[in-house]
């Protein structure tokens, strides 16, 4: 059991294409253990491999904390999504405030379809399909995104980028202070 350090905005970690994960050995057991250690103990909804510094096809959530207020939403639990491929997406273009632990102190509102069907394998390596909806389709989605080096700061206008950008330059610079551990920044030239 380890806290990992997480890989923050301007990483060059953060912008590529993840690989697929061949099998589940140990190694990967251990990993995905860290993964939701650290994704709770950032109080995060949701956590991709990249964003440790691991550029493979694995994210965990855990949308529960987050659907106390929403109504109709199944209680998931924790769920780990490997070589995970968004088949659909549908239903109605839901616009809901986002913020990532790769970028700290930045949440806008960030427009998503309400529903999704993925194809993944848990955390036995079984193959699954399975439909989400609501909450926690977004919370996938979000992680899916990272997977394909997507960051929700891509979904959003120019506009507001550029609201953002000082924000950005302070994560950029390691000036931000978080109350969870980060990453130095790797392969920056
Ligand atoms: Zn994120």
């Known amino acids: 059991m380890a806290i990992l350090p997480i890989v923050t905005y301007n990483d060059p970690l953060l912008r590529k294409e993840a690989e697929r994960v061949d099998e589940l050995n140990e190694e990967l057991g251990?990993?995905?253990?860290?993964?939701?250690?650290?994704?709770?103990?950032s109080s995060g909804v949701g956590l991709a491999a990249p964003q440790i510094g691991k550029s493979i096809q694995l994210f965990v959530i855990n949308?529960?904390?987050?659907t106390e207020e929403l109504e109709?939403?199944?209680?998931?639990?924790?769920?780990?999504?490997?070589?995970?491929?968004i088949l659909t997406t549908e239903g109605e273009i839901v616009k809901l405030e986002e913020g990532c632990l790769s970028?700290?102190?930045v949440r806008d509102e960030v427009s998503r379809h309400d529903r999704i069907t993925i194809r993944f394998r848990n955390r036995?390596?079984?193959?699954?399909?399975?439909e989400f909806s609501g909450w926690v389709s977004r919370v996938i989605q979000h992680e899916y995104d990272h997977l394909k080096g997507v960051l929700f700061l891509d979904?959003?206008?120019s506009f507001r980028r550029r609201f953002h950008r000082s924000a950005l330059k302070k994560i950029d610079s390691g000036k931000l202070e978080t109350d969870y551990?980060?990453?130095?920044?790797k392969g920056k030239k």
Request: proline fraction near 8%.
């Open 30 to 41: 251990v990993l995905i253990a860290d993964m939701f250690d650290t994704m709770y103990n």
């Open 63 to 66: 949308a529960d904390t987050m």
């Open 72 to 85: 109709d939403e199944e209680d998931l639990g924790a769920m780990v999504f490997i070589n995970p491929q």
């Open 103 to 105: 970028i700290p102190d």
């Open 124 to 130: 036995h390596f079984e193959e699954k399909t399975e």
């Open 155 to 157: 979904h959003l206008s």
């Open 181 to 185: 551990p980060i990453a130095p920044k």
